[in-house]
């Protein structure tokens, strides 16, 4: 089994900057960490799901364009971690963040992912 908790979520102004985190836990997780991607979606009230970035335990990246050259995935494999660095934010990035963890190497559709946290809010307004 994998547990996946995210942090890190709050009241940004627009052009502001925060990081959400994702704490990965459990025995499956622990001996394979290096098989997991994970990936970061969001659902905005009213909206689909959609996805965010993923990162592979090679540290590969994938973006979606919306968000492409203003957030970051990372990932502490020692620390069972993955970050999302959220730079020059909109309101339209309002949303609930989730973390996914998924044996897919570099998934983007939430189908593949199995495994899903509980999600963090993130608003975007002055």
């Known amino acids: 089994q994998v547990q996946l908790v995210e942090s890190g979520g709050g009241l940004v102004q627009p052009g502001g900057s925060l990081r959400v985190s994702c704490a990965a836990s459990g025995r499956t997780f622990r001996l394979y960490t290096m098989d997991y991607t994970m990936g970061w979606f969001r659902q905005a009230p009213g909206k689909e799901r959609e996805y965010v970035a993923a990162i592979t335990g090679g540290l590969s990246t994938n973006y979606a364009d919306s968000v492409k050259g203003r957030f970051t995935i990372s990932r502490d494999n020692a620390k069972n971690t993955v970050y999302l660095q959220m730079n020059s934010l909109k309101p339209e990035d309002t949303a609930v963040y989730y973390c996914?963890?998924?044996?897919?190497?570099?998934?983007?559709?939430?189908?593949?992912?199995?495994?899903w946290g509980q999600g963090t809010q993130v608003t975007v307004s002055s």
């Open positions: 996914a963890a998924t044996l897919s190497y570099l998934a983007t559709k939430e189908s593949e992912y199995n495994y």
